[in-house]
Nanobody, 124 residues
Framework: QLVESGGDLVQPGGSLRLSCAVS????????IGWFRQAPGKEREGVAC????????NYADSVKGRFTISRDNAKKTVNLQMNSLKPEDTAVYYC???????????????????WGQGTQVTVSS
């Protein structure tokens, strides 16, 4: 089970920290990704991190603004989002994929387990 939290309404330029709490499977063996879906758009991979945290892969649109991190002991994966823009508005999901990757994949179809999502709205 994956449960997201931390979504909120924030002004442009602001920051949010999303958390994904994992239970029911050994997090150490899973790559975790953060994805988002805006109204009328396809779900896209935002940031993904390898099973042991050594490698991350970011979408170009968030590089330098978002940081993904994980704490396998606490079974959580976080997404720190800074300098938020209106175009970051979406429902954000975390997802799990078995295995460790040098380049964690951002394709939605390769992930096995998904959370229910948390709403992020960036607006003045």
């Amino acid at each position: 089970q994956l449960v997201e939290s931390g979504g909120d309404l924030v002004q442009p330029g602001g920051s949010l920290r999303l958390s994904c709490a994992v239970s029911g499977f050994p997090l150490d063996y899973y790559t975790i990704g953060w994805f988002r879906q805006a109204p009328g758009k396809e779900r896209e991979g935002v940031a993904c991190i390898s099973a042991h945290g050594a490698n991350a892969n970011y979408a170009d649109s968030v590089k330098g603004r978002f940081t993904i991190s994980r704490d396998n002991a606490k079974k959580t994966v976080n997404l720190q989002m800074n300098s938020l823009k209106p175009e970051d508005t979406a429902v954000y999901y975390c997802a799990a994929k078995w295995g460790d990757y040098i380049v964690p994949p951002r394709q939605t179809t390769s992930y096995e387990y998904w959370g229910q999502g948390t709403q992020v709205t960036v607006s003045s």
